[in-house]
């Protein structure tokens, strides 16, 4: 399928004009969070699918107005040629699969909409030391808590797991341009403290029989 520029254009001046709140706070985040950079990891079939039409509209609306962002980075691998094409006009298209794994060089906001939760675990292993410069946009983490075991998480997502002591998630405006876009979506902000906790050092053993479950999307 062909993305139309004309039906996105559609979707991103609707959420322009529908959901100014819901941008207004991801901006004021930014902001208050000094974020230089955005990374955005698995938004989705653009041509097909109008939850990710409306979370990548959320994506362009952020980055017009806010013109500190130096740079921002999106892969996903379903995306098709003429997908890459579009998304290219407003971001820059990683042309290899990192596996969620970047390390970041400055406050960076990780955008990540509906991931699954060892996609979460890889970008907190990576930044384990330094989690004070990421800010994640993305499913609760405390719900994982509620309603997963702790002897789960531990196994398959232990910085996950131990990050929830030292984070705190605030809830977002209701998204009200397309319904469940945004549902059990919150901002995670971690502690400025966890750099010189030694909880958070990364001590975890490196389990290699797992690294064929993480797939993006």
Same mark, same amino acid.
């Given at each position: ?10 979707? &991103? ?21 000094? &974020? ?6 698995? &938004? ?91 800010? &994640? ?23 996950? @797991? ?12 209701? @998204? ?5 876009? @945004? ?35």
């Amino acid at each position: 399928a062909v993305v139309s520029t004309q039906s996105t254009g559609g979707v &991103i001046r609707n959420v322009s004009k529908q959901d100014a709140e819901f941008c207004d706070k991801l901006c004021t985040v930014i902001v208050e969070k000094e &974020i230089q950079e955005i990374v955005c990891y698995g &938004i989705g079939k653009l041509a097909s699918c109008k939850l990710a039409q409306y979370q990548f509209a959320v994506l362009v609306n952020i980055l017009k107005r806010s013109p500190q962002i130096n740079r921002c980075l999106l892969y996903d691998p379903v995306l098709s040629q003429s997908e890459t094409d579009h998304v290219a006009q407003h971001v820059e298209v990683m042309s290899a699969n990192d596996r969620c794994s970047r390390r970041v060089t400055c406050n960076t906001l990780f955008y990540m909409i509906h991931s699954s939760k060892r996609m979460y675990d890889n970008v907190l292993k990576s930044n384990w030391d330094q989690l004070k410069l990421c800010t &994640i946009v993305g499913n609760s983490f405390q719900s994982y808590v509620t309603h997963t075991t702790d002897s789960c998480l531990l196994r398959l997502v232990p910085h996950l @797991f131990r990050s929830t002591d030292h984070s705190n998630e605030v809830e977002l405006p209701k @998204f009200v341009s397309y319904p469940n876009v @945004f549902n059990n979506t919150v901002i995670i902000n971690f502690l400025s403290s966890v750099e010189s906790n030694e909880i958070f050092k990364s001590t975890f053993p490196v389990d290699s029989s797992q690294d064929e479950m993480e797939i993006i999307l």
